[in-house]
């Protein structure tokens, strides 16, 4: 049998299938195609503007590792004039960051690219091995998803930058996108979906040129060029909410290859529909989204690994039974009506005011700096409680709570705070 052509050039023999289409081609053209739909996604969203200083967000993973090698052959390519740099974060996990750290050292080397490393303990006090030991693995990913933000804003103005790029794809957009919808969570919908997220409160804004790259598709341009990248992943993250979301994906994606592009889309369709005031965002001049930085990815109460968040069987019949119990005892319903007034079944819900929808108001944490729609940030609300010895204490990550709603981040506005203490 005759080998099957590459689908563009129609003269090598296709060696790669592309999990996005199927579509079969030949590795130089799947390199090249690779590269044109990154570019064509960097200049439809004009990320970049000449001369500017970016920071790339490197973990030393494929993502990252993919970002770097990309952006610095499309800058030389197309003439960007961008000045490149690695920015990494040290979350001080033994036996996975440490090694990691030691493929980005090389990719600094390899790509000629500056590097700027960032410690949770020289800005926390704490690493995540210390975290874990405390609180234990179950919402580890809450503390390590704020401090991560926070981080890499704190070294974009160490190094004087503006900009940061991450390695978020396809997968990880859509992953978000399902967690948001199995929450309810419209305003983290809104902001995850787009490719540029800033704010008029921060001087540092954030971008992902791979958004519309199937992680699959990163790992064969990864395997094809021969990049040199770290393929452990983190000990902490299989207790993860989103481990869930992303075997659901994955799921999916095996059905229909396009459903990883089919739910990235939707969800840019449904955040359109989203009002501004609920997700703290705004049109810019270019017809984009002005969103608001989301302070970490945290965990409900029924996320990371909790008991809370998994089913244990059983939960649609009990529903099923329950119902069949409201059913027999509305005959037994007696129904009483004050002279004057006539009552219905639904008459509680006439006098209910409309919700008012809250505006986030975007400013700085009292105590560290840090961009915060409260006094404090949820980052030095987490150290408090770790530094006192209470870390399971919960705290409101949702942007649409009520006014007086008596939250943790409510009672820590009444702490007298000193602004040149940092925790």
């Known amino acids: 049998m005759a080998p099957t052509p590459c689908a563009l050039c129609e003269t090598a023999r296709a060696l790669i299938i592309r999990p996005k289409n199927h579509q079969k081609l030949c590795k130089t053209c799947f390199i090249t195609l690779f590269e044109t739909e990154i570019h064509n996604t960097i200049t439809a969203n004009s990320l970049f503007f000449p001369g500017e200083r970016v920071a790339i967000g490197a973990s030393g993973g494929k993502d990252s590792t993919v970002l770097a090698s990309v952006l610095k052959t499309l800058n030389e390519r197309y003439n960007y004039c961008l000045d490149l740099l690695l920015l990494s974060i040290d979350e001080g996990i033994k036996g996975y960051r440490d090694d990691s750290l030691e493929t980005v050292k090389r990719n600094a080397v390899q790509y000629d690219m500056p590097l700027e490393i960032v410690g949770y303990d020289e800005l926390y006090g704490w690493t995540m091995d210390q975290v874990v030991e405390q609180i234990g693995k ?24 503006k900009h940061v790029v991450t390695g978020h794809n396809a997968d990880d957009i859509a992953e978000t996108v399902m967690m948001n919808l199995l929450r309810g969570d419209l305003p983290r919908l809104a902001r995850a979906t787009s490719i540029v997220t800033a704010s008029a409160a921060s001087e540092t ?9 199937y992680e699959k598709e990163i790992v064969l341009y990864a395997h094809h060029k021969g990049l040199d990248y770290f393929t452990t992943e983190c000990i902490y993250s299989p207790e993860a909410f ?5 075997t659901l994906i994955k799921n999916l994606e095996r059905v229909r290859s396009s459903a990883i592009l089919d739910i990235v889309r939707s969800g840019e369709d449904m955040a359109k529909l989203v009002p501004a005031e609920v997700s703290g965002g705004r049109r810019d001049g270019r017809g984009g989204k002005d969103i608001l930085i989301v302070e970490g990815e945290a965990e409900g109460a029924g996320g990371c690994g909790s008991a809370n968040g998994r089913s244990s069987g059983g939960e649609m ?21 004050v002279k004057g007034q006539k009552h219905g079944r639904n008459c509680r819900n006439l006098n209910k005011m409309p919700r008012k929808l809250p505006k986030q108001q975007m400013g700085k944490c009292a105590r560290c700096g840090y961009l915060s729609s409260q006094d404090i940030c949820k980052a030095c609300i987490l150290l408090e409680g770790l530094n006192k010895n209470r870390p399971k204490t919960q ?16 009672r820590m506005e009444g702490l007298n705070i000193i602004p040149d203490q940092v925790t």
């Open 138 to 161: 179950k919402g580890n990913c809450t503390y390590c998803g704020v401090f991560r933000r926070q981080a890499l804003d704190r070294g974009a103005a160490r190094l004087g930058i």
């Open 205 to 213: 804004k954030r971008s992902k040129p791979l958004k519309y790259a």
């Open 242 to 246: 989103r481990g869930s979301a992303r």
């Open 317 to 337: 019949a009990d529903m099923e039974k329950q119902l069949l119990e409201d059913e027999s005892a509305q005959d037994r319903e007696t129904e009483i009506t």
């Open 395 to 410: 705290i409101q990550v949702g942007v649409e709570e009520e006014e007086n709603s008596p939250t943790l981040t409510r």
